[in-house]
């Protein structure tokens, strides 16, 4: 009895994770709104200088270790995909006409012309969409960042298209 009720509770819990995960009707729409919120990220960034492991010194009294160059550090990717969910809460669907939504940053919430409980249900969405994008595509991702493989303007095409898969090609 207990094994079952247990198993009842599990399944419904399942259930509830799964629809607030999956309830993101056009998932291309939402990956490329998550990839400009990354070109934001890319294009904010200010040079940095490379990162100094030289912490140890020899017997000779000479510093031992690695200069990493940022670009190409695992900081750098750290510091571009940290808190990236979290600020795709302030993002919401908008109306552009009767059929077709597209995904909006909202500055202020207060200004917001739509059903307020709708559109943060919305952003709620999208951030859990975010992070299940991350999960299934951090590491590469990750990688082609430290190869210096992507630049700003392409990371649409390489997070919605090449990797999550969310956007079909045209040609």
Not at 14 to 33: H, L, P
Request: net charge positive; hydrophobic share 35%; glycine share 6%.
């Amino acid at each position: 009895m207990m094994i079952s009720n247990l198993k009842s509770i599990l399944f419904a819990i399942s259930v509830i994770f799964a629809s607030s995960v999956y309830c993101i009707d056009d998932k291309c729409a939402a990956c490329n709104a998550i990839a400009e919120e990354l070109e934001r990220g890319l294009m904010k960034e200010k040079p940095r200088n490379h990162l100094d492991m030289r912490h140890r010194l020899d017997s000779n009294g000479q510093r031992q270790g690695k200069l990493i160059d940022y670009r190409v550090s695992e900081l750098r990717v750290v510091e571009l995909l940290d808190g990236l969910c979290e600020k795709m809460q302030d993002y919401t669907l908008d109306k552009v006409d009767k059929s077709s939504k597209v995904w909006i940053k909202v500055n202020n919430w207060d200004n917001l012309k739509t059903n307020k409980q709708e559109a943060r249900a919305n952003s709620k969405d999208i951030s859990t969409f975010c992070g299940r994008l991350l999960e299934e595509t951090e590491d590469d991702f990750s990688e082609l960042i430290k190869k210096g493989s992507i630049k700003v303007g392409e990371v649409g095409k390489v997070l919605c298209h090449d990797l999550g898969r969310y956007c079909k090609q045209t040609r």
